[in-house]
């Protein structure tokens, strides 16, 4: 059996170094999304052979799941180490969030084990970083009017902000305000759940390498965002709110937040819509250039 143990931030380095081995751009391969989330799927992790191996529980029905494995090593015997810890705990064998790319790696080490599942609700939606900063192109132009307009109705009256130690509990407040308006938390499970991930980015985000900026209108914060790395080349937006009753500040938040931390970076990956359909619309919207499809397996019979 893994000796698997809760994520801590004493974990990062070694983690990083195991997330770096492959570039998949996927949100699960980067260390902060699984810290922040740490609570609401009930995140454990060890490290063996080269790989981490990553626990986890789906919510909110708590099924037990397991990550492929990340790092480099003997690929077959950490699947199979997978399904000896999952036979020896008692739960079924099925291991979510793979990259697509790694399917033919697992069919290679163990070929016809297994059945692969496209979990089209996980895909990340995953972005230009460029079109991102400008908004360039004919597609993305209902954004640059969003964006235009917004400067034009609240000139003199908007800015943006690094997030420190001095603002971090504006956000935190407005995170509350959020949850509250509208149908952002449809649940009380849910916003328990996302109250945590935020309350963590922001208690650790330097530890995490989180960057977050600060929306204002007429000095009252209207939105904020935080990201970080995930590779080299992709920067990942781990949070994102914005005053929905403010129109454009969902499309400011998001560019002035890009501008002043994605240069440098090909692309942006703005994680997976959830499966809402509003959601989905709005992630859409933004014309992504790759998604980051991730499957599910399960062993074959």
């Not at 060890?46 to 990553?54: E, K, N, P, S």
């Not at 494995?69 to 969030?97: S, T």
């Not at 069919?107 to 089209?120: C, I, S």
């Not at 954004?143 to 917004?150: C, H």
Request: charged share 25%.
């Amino acid at each position: 059996m893994l000796s698997f143990n809760p994520i801590t931030l004493e974990d990062k380095t070694k983690a990083d170094f195991c997330l770096a081995k492959h570039n998949y751009r996927i949100c699960e391969h980067c260390f902060a999304d699984l810290f922040i989330w740490k609570d609401h799927y009930d995140t454990q992790i060890c490290f063996a052979d080269g790989y981490l191996f990553v626990k986890m529980a789906t919510f909110p029905d708590k099924v037990p799941m397991y990550l492929a494995p990340i790092g480099a090593g003997d690929l077959k015997a950490a699947m199979l180490r997978l399904e000896e810890d999952a036979q020896a705990r008692g739960i079924p064998f099925a291991v979510c969030a793979i990259p697509e790319p790694m399917i033919a790696q697992i069919e290679a080490a163990l070929p016809g084990r297994y059945t692969f599942t496209d979990v089209v609700d996980s895909a990340d939606y995953i972005y230009s970083a460029e079109k991102m900063m400008t908004l360039s192109g004919k597609k993305l132009q209902s954004k640059r009017n969003f964006v235009n307009r917004f400067r034009k109705t609240y000139d003199g009256r908007w800015s943006y902000e690094a997030l420190t130690d001095a603002n971090r509990q504006e956000a935190y407040q407005f995170h509350l305000h959020w949850c509250e308006t509208g149908d952002n938390c449809p649940n009380g499970t849910m916003y328990s759940g996302e109250t945590c991930a935020v309350a963590l980015a922001l208690d650790n985000r330097e530890a995490l390498g989180m960057k977050g900026g600060i929306l204002r209108l007429d000095g009252a914060v209207i939105g904020f965002t935080m990201g970080c790395p995930v590779s080299e080349d992709t920067y990942v937006i781990q949070l994102e709110k914005a005053e929905a009753s403010v129109p454009g500040a969902y499309a400011m938040i998001n560019q002035q937040y890009a501008q002043h931390n994605c240069a440098g970076y090909a692309y942006i990956n703005r994680e997976d819509d959830l499966g809402l359909e509003g959601l989905r619309k709005a992630k859409q919207s933004y014309q992504p250039v790759q998604m980051g499809k991730k499957f599910l397996a399960v062993k074959n019979a």
